[in-house]
């Protein structure tokens, strides 16, 4: 895919202090076919590390190309396809921190790993199943590992950290789709992009910078968990806002867990919406101006929403955080619920411990994604490097840069507005689970009303829903929804 122009040759042998150490892509070549409901797809992957470049100027002097990393990529291209119709869909996942190896194998590749679901998991050491609903069916893919991630690493003599931050991030990822862009004659395709998490904070300033800064325009983006502004998940730097905004996902959990028999799920959530937009803020804004009446009534009405006692929503002031609440729901069982997605459960390590040990739901997936990616990257996509496997950089996430935020939160409302704006034709479709306790649907909801757009641009987003978690794809009826609500969004948006 390198696109660094070759160098002319010159009988002046190198010195030692010019000679640079040989840095090239490494990918491979495999062919493969995809049956699917609507026939069999041809398709080629290459997959391994790319080189990113980058362009040095010192003094106003322009020093060459030189490279700064290997950046990890699996591409699949539907053979002899017209680039100028056929869609690209550049992938990644979030973290920040984690390789994309959850999209990747658990909804739009065209292998995925079979690892059961909550409360019927099955046992290790898993295995892989053909992706008939891949969004391969309508569009090309090019999954990347940020650096430190997967196997993307720094080349030799640069830091890693320097890609661990908010604007760096941006910035190594679009270099990565312009270069694999321009290598393979994609410009006139139909380009979207897909991140979960982090992955939609990314996608929304990747959208504006590769807009802006590269003139690549985009038709879609594809923001599944999404989280757009930090302090909607803030509970201690954030007022009381990620309070309220919680609130209907613990409405949801309680409801999953047996707290609101005889009601549905949607009664459950509307009730919690009206009372987290409306009520809530208010009797959290009123503090200690709350009459005794007043505050005996919120505390009832959030006891009953959440499944937690009145006690215990008294003791809290009213105020549930959440890692609290997902050892505190089932703490007489002895359970706690994830974080990820709260329709799992795993063991208390303490009956009296403040909050849970440990994510049940992580616990779940992450051997089952790990073993599946490591077995089909070698054996399948023919890579071969003895080098380690990071699911997530080590270190990555707890040294992030967010430096361009300072004393503020993480806010990428006014990238994904700008974005949108410059470009009327971009869409953006939002994804949310409602056993999300990551990035609650609530919380994305709220962000997404305050998208500075006019309002006929609206129409340009859509919500779709899930009865599961973070990775909605782990529950089976809602990746074949899921998989179908995202190829109907590529093929209307191409």
Do not use: C
């Amino acid at each position: 895919m390198s696109d660094d122009a070759a160098k002319p040759e010159t009988d002046k042998p190198a010195t030692a202090a010019e000679a640079a150490p040989t840095v090239t892509d490494e990918l491979v070549t495999t062919r493969h076919t995809l049956a699917t409901p609507d026939g069999e797809l041809a398709y080629t992957a290459r997959a391994g590390r790319v080189v990113l470049w980058e362009e040095k100027v010192e003094d106003d002097v322009f020093k060459g190309r030189k490279p700064r990393a290997q950046v990890a990529i699996t591409a699949y291209t539907l053979d002899d396809a017209d680039p100028t119709t056929r869609p690209v869909t550049f992938a990644f996942n979030g973290g920040p921190g984690s390789a994309s190896v959850w999209l990747h194998m658990g909804v739009l590749g065209p292998k995925r790993v079979v690892m059961g679901d909550a409360g019927e998991l099955a046992p290790p050491p898993y295995a892989i199943a053909d992706n008939p609903e891949s969004l391969l069916t309508v569009s090309d893919l090019v999954f990347i590992d940020p650096v430190s991630t997967g196997r993307s690493r720094p080349v030799e003599g640069q830091k890693a950290k320097d890609f661990h931050g908010f604007t760096a991030d941006i910035e190594s990822v679009a270099e990565i789709i312009r270069q694999w862009v321009s290598a393979e004659g994609r410009w006139l395709s139909p380009k979207f992009l897909a991140g979960e998490s982090y992955g939609t904070t990314r996608a929304a300033g990747l959208a504006q910078h590769l807009q802006e800064s590269l003139g690549m325009y985009l038709n879609g983006l594809l923001l599944i968990s999404s989280v757009l502004d930090f302090s909607t998940a803030n509970f201690e730097r954030g007022g009381d806002r990620a309070h309220a905004l919680y609130l209907p996902f613990y409405g949801a959990t309680a409801w999953q867990h047996g707290f609101h028999e005889g009601r549905s799920l949607e009664e459950v959530v509307d009730e919690a919406r009206a009372y987290a937009s409306r009520d809530y803020p208010y009797v959290l804004g009123r503090g200690a101006r709350l009459t005794k009446d007043e505050r005996a009534d919120a505390v009832g009405t959030i006891a009953r929403l959440t499944g937690l006692s009145e006690a215990y929503v008294d003791r809290a002031n009213l105020r549930i955080e959440h890692w609290r609440y997902f050892g505190e729901l089932l703490r007489d069982r002895r359970l706690t619920v994830g974080r990820l997605d709260s329709r799992f459960t795993g063991p208390a390590a303490s009956g009296i411990a403040e909050h849970m040990d440990a994510d049940p739901s992580m616990d779940a997936i992450l051997g089952p994604y790990s073993a599946a990616y490591q077995h089909y990257l070698h054996h399948e996509l023919a890579v071969r490097d003895s080098g380690p496997f990071h699911v997530f950089g080590l270190g990555v996430n707890e040294h992030w840069s967010y430096k361009e935020f300072e004393n503020a939160p993480v806010f990428v409302i006014d990238k994904l507005s700008r974005a949108m704006r410059q470009n009327p034709h971009l869409a953006v479709h939002f994804a949310y689970g409602w056993f999300d306790g990551a990035t609650p649907f609530s919380a994305a909801e709220e962000s997404v009303a305050h998208l500075q757009i006019p309002d006929a641009l609206r129409e340009n987003v859509e919500h779709r829903y899930y009865e599961a978690g973070h990775m909605m794809y782990v529950h089976e009826p809602s990746r074949i929804a899921q998989s179908a609500d995202l190829a109907d969004f590529v093929r209307r948006r191409s």
